[in-house]
């Protein structure tokens, strides 16, 4: 495994360097000041072991460049005729450092470094013995370090393994836990909204069948839009459950009402269907008019289906724009007092706009602020990078819901 490149030199490489850097000029002095004479150029020897240890500074990140010219340093001090080999001390750190540093053929390389350093006191100007325990034992303590060196390396390798494990296996934990939350809730809807759901549908059903239209015409409407928006419910319930499921819903639960496919007393399901979406706002705003409330759509052309036009948008998107004006479609029904309500979407400048208005009375703003629509309103738009505007109309009568949504087709 390389290592990563960074042109900053760690302050521990300037440290450990300039330690071993120091220690060697003090050998370098010593075998000068007893070594053999005449000598050459005193300054020169100082000069090849700074020059040797330089390019330890770039180990880490070119580790065999930086160990060929430090060797070449120091056979260049050998045949310039000065006694002794002291900046050879500069060769531990060559030795360590290419295990770790240079990837597969580290050891060898940090081996054969050492073989070189106990060749070259044995050649002219001052031969040496190879034998010899001034030349043998250094280079024995140098492969030494490059020994080190490598299981050095493969327990650091091991060890980053072990945390990448560990990471997956936390990660993994934390999926299953989630999973296990997202079932948890699963059940809560299932047990409670879902089947109190299904009775409603089931009861409105058995109030129409003993209602007579003609008596009571406005009680029998009423019971029809509480069915209707009933089953309307129990798909988009139902989708819900399977996303929380992740497709596992389980079935028999939502009792459909007497007058559909099935009896009531069957327990069927209806079929599941995608979350709603620009589409559908045609039959949320029919829904509506037949509650009372005068809702005109302007779409504007973007369900024309042509490329790039709402049809591409992605589910989310649409699904989050549908909740939006549903919800102020709801709340103007609700607490406007209003009789008609317009529904306006347009694609402007890489924004999906929506406004909802309408021409109710009172303290609208008020009353729809103490409830959760607007928050709910606020943070689907938000979770997707759009916004939400909220509040009374300016100059008219009525409340004003405006979202702008990131236009980006899927």
Known sequence: ?????????????????????????????????????????????????????????????????????????????????????????????????????????????GLLAALLVWLIPTLPPHRVAWYGLDVSMPAVAYAASAIVGHFARRRQLEHEARVRQEAAAAEERTGRRLAEERLRIARELHDVLAHTIAVVAIQSSVAIDALDADESPAAREAMLQVRGAARQAMPELRAALDMLRGGDTVRGSFGESPDSSGSAESGALPDARPQPGLADLPDLVRQLRESGLEVELDTDGLDTGAPGSAADLPPLLQLTAYRIVQEALTNTLRHAHASRAT?????????LLVEVTDDGQGP????????????????????????????????????????ELPWETG
């Open 1 to 109: 495994m390389v290592q990563p490149r960074n042109r900053a030199v760690p302050a521990l490489d300037l440290a450990v360097v300039g330690s071993v850097t120091l220690f060697a000029c003090f050998g370098v002095w010593t075998e000068q000041h007893y070594g053999p004479h005449p000598q050459p150029w005193p300054p020169g020897a100082y000069l090849l072991t700074v020059a040797a240890a330089l390019p330890l500074l770039l180990r880490r990140t070119r580790p065999v460049l930086a160990s060929a010219l430090c060797l070449a340093c120091i056979a260049a001090y050998h045949f310039a005729g000065y006694p002794g080999l002291a900046p050879a001390v500069l060769v531990f750190l060559v030795c360590a450092g290419l295990p770790m540093y240079a990837a597969r053929y580290g050891l060898a390389l």
């Open 343 to 351: 529904v306006v979407l347009r694609r402007r400048d890489g924004w």
């Open 364 to 403: 609208v703003a008020e009353q729809q602020a103490l409830g959760f629509g607007l928050l709910g309103m606020r943070e689907r738009a938000e979770a997707l990078g759009g916004r939400v505007e909220t509040g009374p109309r300016p100059e008219r009568s009525g409340f004003l819901v405006r979202a």
